[in-house]
């Protein structure tokens, strides 16, 4: 596809497959079709690899964390857990909501934690905040450390972020959907694979290997989650589309 922006005639042209298309440049269209192409530059110019929280790296699109402190602000968990910590920028968001909500805890867990993140994050004035935990995340004695650390806690908010092929994502929610709380959400991040699969970082095979792709499936499995986003708190204008890395990746829990 080519993406032809005339700024004189204020038109945004499509062309592709023997057919062209032009919507006005200020158009819901217009920012819908440059929007998936910023992300996928950015994405492959590690974009969201220059971003901090608290002193740590955060691998995440802001876009993507704005939108998930909507929801824990709406939601107020009580347990926070995510699979995959990299150097603890995440886990510090969320401490920090925590902290500023008044209540509520962190879980992270990682196959493998340097030492370094684990003192720094010890150390940090949000460290009382949360707990880690070392081992694959499927693992079931990872997933009973899980369950004993959130105790009796509610509301629960789940995040996988580790490993983010198919069958791990799959297996990622089959392991923590059980903890999740009615009304709150399990997000299966980083869909945005399958639409980076022909990008010079990217690999083929996501195009359909991605958590998108689980996600989907185990909504169809599971009639308990919505594959659902969130509620915008304020919405005004015509965009009804998040910008966001992580297509599809929110499954709310609507039933027991």
Known sequence: MKILIDTEAATLTRTGGGEDSSVGLFTKAAFETLSREWLRLGWNLL????????GRPILQLPEDMMRLQEAVYALKPGVIVETGVFRGGSLL?????????GAGKVIGIDR???????????????????????????????????????????PVLVILD???????VARELECYSPFVTVGSYIIAADGVMRDLADLPRGM???????????????AA?????????????FHDGDLTENVTYWPGAWLKRVGP
Do not use: M
């Not at 580790?162 to 791990?168: F, I, K, L, Q």
């Not at 499995?221 to 509620?231: I, K, T, V």
């Open 47 to 54: 974009y969201y690899h220059n971003f901090s929280w608290f």
């Open 93 to 101: 968001f969320h401490a920090t909501l925590c902290e500023a909500l």
């Open 112 to 154: 493998e934690i340097a030492p370094a993140d684990r003192e720094a994050l010890r150390a940090h004035s949000l460290g009382p905040r949360i707990s880690l935990v070392e081992g694959d995340s499927t693992d079931p004695r990872t997933v009973a450390s899980v369950k004993s650390l959130i105790g009796s806690a509610e």
């Open 162 to 168: 580790s490993a983010h092929t198919r069958e791990h």
């Open 204 to 218: 083929p095979e996501w195009k359909s290997d991605n958590p998108f792709a689980a996600a989907t499936e185990f």
């Open 221 to 233: 499995r599971h009639p308990e989650f919505l594959q659902q986003d969130p509620p915008w708190l």
